[in-house]
């Protein structure tokens, strides 16, 4: 079974610092790109970032290069996301993604999520 658990969100002001976690089981983790989603209020949930599966290939969406960072431990089976110069339009749930094969299906998953909040 599947599950990805995510961390570490929270309050923080602008132009602070986040590093939020997701925890993988239930698949082979090293196998498998990873990517961060985000969803604000009343918007469409966007792609913040991608990772391949061995780490050495990453992709950013344009409004966040420069500022986070997509990292992996494939020994922790965990997946990073560090954030700095945070800006309040950056307030949203952080989602966790996988997209598995199994025998000859691909399915999506997705974790819970971890609410970010970027306020003075």
């Known amino acids: 079974q599947v599950q990805l658990v995510e961390s570490g969100g929270g309050l923080v002001q602008p132009g602070g610092s986040l590093r939020l976690s997701c925890a993988a089981s239930?698949?082979?983790?090293?196998?498998?790109?990873m990517s961060w989603y985000r969803q604000a209020p009343g918007k469409e949930r966007e792609l913040v970032a991608f990772?391949?599966?061995?780490?050495?290939?990453?992709s950013y969406a344009d409004s966040m290069k420069g500022r986070f960072t997509i990292s992996r431990d494939n020994a922790k089976n965990t997946v990073y996301l560090q954030m700095n110069s945070l800006k309040p339009e950056d307030t949203a749930v952080y989602y966790c993604?996988?997209?598995?094969?199994?025998?000859?299906?691909?399915?999506?998953?997705w974790g819970q999520g971890t609410q970010v909040t970027v306020s003075s």
């Open positions: 993604y996988v997209r598995t094969l199994a025998r000859t299906l691909w399915r999506d998953y």
């Open positions: 239930g698949f082979t983790f090293s196998s498998y790109a």
């Open positions: 990772i391949s599966s061995g780490g050495g290939s990453t």
